[in-house]
């Protein structure tokens, strides 16, 4: 019965297009009715023909190009390569007496680079903020309180499989994620990894046990407090070390002996700071994507 | 060892080709959180463990929730939906 009823709309439209074709032969139309014309007649063979040529036509020109440019650049592994220059030369060599970090990589995005650091955590904030800006429902009492029984009624009907196998997996997913925020500067992985892994690892949890559990410890209360408290840490610790770094200002924070936990001045608090602004963000967007809240 | 990163990159291209050429959406979007995993292995072999542990985060984990959410958002989760939207 449905199907009939859309076969009749159908013949409808197409009877609706007809008779405005009559109207008006193909010269009389202008330039933006004709284009209309190619759009709706996009099902019709002959425009998926030239459609498709078209289309693969410019992928291979652009593929070409992607390739010839490749041929241009220098082997994998050279060392004669470009990039290793001086400037890579003076990290390797100094980066450990100047930051006091074992892994080379968060020694530069923390400290010689903590700037544009700051400007991705501050990106990341700007587009969890449009998400809530262009998703974020602000609910009435009402669709609160029926949320709240349709939850209860879920409550018991989440996957059983899933919720056991998020009962044994979560807590290592979260406990690797710790790890790889806190060992940043001593072995692979940093900030935004490990954010990223305690984020899925939170996502995770939320499919398993369902809002009202996440709803305990996470909120949208939580969210705002923490990732500001995060971001306002970063700039301002980090202000303080570039106004004692351009004054030549012995600065108090320690570095410590490289290779230690509690070690390389500012990096581990940086790290931590990501990490935390990281997992909001990837929770923040999964949250509003699904049911347009935090 | 070179022969399985030969093999990787094959499959690599296979599945980039593949996730364009599936006229399921929700097929597609698998074999794209399959290329995200291979390519987590790849950038080990490259030996960037870090891009490796974000690769399968981020591609891996949480791109493909986002993407089959919106599917689910959308209404074309199953082949039956899709059909009826026609």
């Known amino acids: 019965m449905n199907k009939t009823a859309k076969t009749n709309s159908h013949t409808k439209d197409s009877t609706l297009s007809h008779s405005r074709k009559l109207t008006k032969s193909h010269h009389e139309k202008g330039f933006v009715e004709r284009i209309g014309d190619i759009v709706e007649k996009g099902d019709s063979k002959s425009f998926r023909k030239v459609y498709n040529t078209v289309a693969i036509i410019l992928a291979c020109i652009i593929i070409g190009c992607m390739i010839y440019t490749v041929s241009f650049l220098p082997s994998f592994g050279d060392p004669t390569n470009p990039a290793n220059n001086e400037v890579s030369r003076k990290y390797i060599e100094e980066g450990i007496k100047d930051t006091a970090a074992i892994n080379f990589v968060a020694g530069m995005i923390l400290d010689y680079r903590a700037f544009d650091t700051l400007g991705e955590s501050t990106v990341l904030f700007i587009a969890a903020s449009t998400v809530i800006i262009l998703l974020f429902k602000k609910k009435t009492k009402q669709e609160e309180n029926q949320e709240v029984l349709e939850e209860e009624k879920y409550e018991d009907k989440h996957d059983l499989i899933l919720r056991h196998g998020a009962l044994l997996v979560v807590p290592a997913i979260l406990m690797f994620g710790i790890y790889i925020v806190l060992n940043g500067h001593l072995s692979p992985g940093g900030g935004f990894s490990g954010g990223a892994i305690i984020g899925a690892g939170l996502i995770l949890y939320n499919l398993a046990f369902g809002d009202k559990s996440?709803?305990?410890?996470?909120?949208?209360?939580?969210?705002?407090?923490?990732?500001?408290?995060a971001l306002s840490f970063y700039a301002i610790s980090k202000t303080y070390s570039f106004y004692t770094g351009a004054n030549h200002i012995e600065s108090i924070i320690p570095k410590g002996i490289p290779g230690n936990i509690l070690s390389s001045g500012l990096i581990l608090p940086l790290n931590i700071c990501v990490g935390i602004v990281v997992a909001c963000t990837m929770f923040g967007f999964y949250s509003l994507f699904d049911r347009e809240e935090i | 060892m070179i022969y399985v990163q030969y093999l990787l990159v094959v499959f690599l291209l296979l599945c980039a080709i593949s996730v364009c050429l599936t006229n399921n959406l929700l097929i597609s979007l698998i074999i794209f959180t399959a290329y995200s995993l291979v390519m987590s292995v790849v950038w080990l072999f490259l030996e960037s463990p870090d891009l490796a542990i974000t690769e399968a985060a981020v591609g891996a984990g949480?791109?493909?929730?986002?993407?089959?959410?919106?599917?689910?958002?959308v209404g074309k989760m199953s082949e039956k939906e899709d059909s009826n939207d026609e």
């Open chain 1, 214 to 229: 996440t709803k305990k410890f996470f909120n949208f209360t939580t969210y705002k407090v923490i990732i500001i408290l």
């Open chain 2, 62 to 73: 949480v791109t493909s929730i986002l993407f089959f959410i919106t599917l689910k958002k």
